[in-house]
């Protein structure tokens, strides 16, 4: 949290409170700061309801509106943060997609998809293994040709 301390009261840090909190299992402080994100976009609306109820219609129409500008987004890093958020929310089928494409993106993140407390719920899905199969490989890739470019 040191880190989110340096920049307290940006929109940045407010709007990476709510997931430092769900992370930390504080699930009341996650609800506090998600009701003080700033200003309307796709990602704060599902922030919001996300952490004040797992499943309404609300939240599943938030998520439609939501995942296509994940989606879209060029940093396949945010892809895999994004997906944490939905997973976290139980909307596990964006997640997954999120997942893939940050994969594919280049965001390996193999380490991250095995210990994230926000995926815990896809971990036992036939999917998940084959998203952590490709993160693996993703790894194992960057890895090799780090190797290869190093004198």
Known sequence: MD????????EWVSSNLPLHFQREGKLAEARDSAQKLPGYNPANAFMKLCVGQQSS?????????FLPSALADPDSENRYWDATVLASCGQNEGAKRL?????EG?????????????????????????????????????LSERAQASP
Not at 99 to 103: D, E, R
Not at 111 to 117: Q, V
Not at 120 to 133: C, D, K, M
């Open 3 to 10: 880190f989110l301390r340096l920049d307290l009261g940006s």
């Open 57 to 65: 219609p609300d939240l599943e129409k938030a998520t439609r509106e």
């Open 99 to 103: 997942l893939k494409s940050a994969i």
């Open 106 to 142: 280049q965001y390996c993140a193999y380490t991250a998809l095995e210990s994230d407390r926000l995926l815990v719920a896809l971990r036992g899905t036939p999917e998940f293994s084959q998203l952590l199969s490709a993160a693996k490989k993703c790894q194992d890739n960057f």
